[in-house]
């Protein structure tokens, strides 16, 4: 599975939106882009996945590059309960399910 | 629906010692995931059970850890005997099938803490 690099740590304030960089230069054609994360004390938690296209569901937005090289996961209203560590993941389809995570970047979301 | 169990949430053992940890899956999931997450680290897979056969046991430490999902349901993970660098939370997740793309569901751990 591609390497991805994120930044170690970002902050945001509520209410504003929330952007996450996810570099994956070497990624496959045939490799996924997913975002989890994990909020203190918890598992970690699915928020979205896209191969080419940008997807949106209720809980953010995907933005990848059109060379597929990066993406951005979009918080559009960040809240306090948005502060968590967020891990980019990429993973070849149609392989055994194994997520290989990085450290992700811990969004603190300011009041 | 009811999420991922697992017992016990924290678990504090002497080195040496043996140690187990139990996850019930979502119900009608057949994969379950077992992952060791290290303080300042992102999870990593241990093992992968596809029903109760093992599809990926790669980076499970088999000297030591061993893990059984009897019936495709219910799974443990033991440790014996434990190490000091065993400390870590133990994450047990689920998900519906082995393909993708789908999401995984994650348990809240096991905090263990070795002496």
């Known amino acids: 599975d591609a390497k991805t690099t994120q930044p170690p740590s970002m902050d945001c304030a509520e209410g504003r939106a929330a952007n996450l960089p996810c570099n994956h230069s070497t990624i496959s054609g045939n490799e996924y882009v997913y975002w989890y994360r994990q909020i203190h004390s918890q598992g970690p938690q699915y928020i979205i996945h896209g191969l080419k296209n940008n997807e949106t569901n209720e809980m953010a937005s995907l933005i990848i590059t059109e060379d597929r090289k990066s993406s951005t996961l979009i918080l559009p209203h960040a809240t306090l309960r948005d502060t968590a560590v967020y891990y980019c993941?990429?993973?070849?389809?149609?392989?055994?399910?194994?997520?290989?995570f990085g450290k992700g970047t811990l969004l603190t979301v300011n009041p | 629906e009811a999420g991922v169990a697992q017992s016990p949430r924290y678990k504090i053992i002497e080195k040496r010692q043996s140690v187990a940890f139990w996850c019930n899956p979502i119900s009608g999931h057949a994969t379950l995931y077992w992952y060791q997450q290290i303080l300042g680290q992102g999870p990593k897979l241990l093992i992968q059970f596809q029903n109760n056969g093992v599809v990926d046991d790669s980076q499970l430490p088999k000297d030591r850890f061993s893990a059984e999902r009897l019936k495709g349901v219910d799974s443990t993970l033991k440790i014996q005997p434990a190490k000091l660098e065993d400390s870590a939370v133990y994450l047990c997740?689920?998900?519906?099938?082995?393909?993708?793309?789908?999401?995984?569901?994650f348990g809240p751990g096991t905090r263990l803490t070795v002496t």
């Open positions: 997740a689920s998900s519906f099938t082995g393909t993708d793309p789908y999401e995984q569901y």
């Open positions: 993941i990429v993973r070849v389809a149609g392989s055994n399910y194994k997520l290989t």
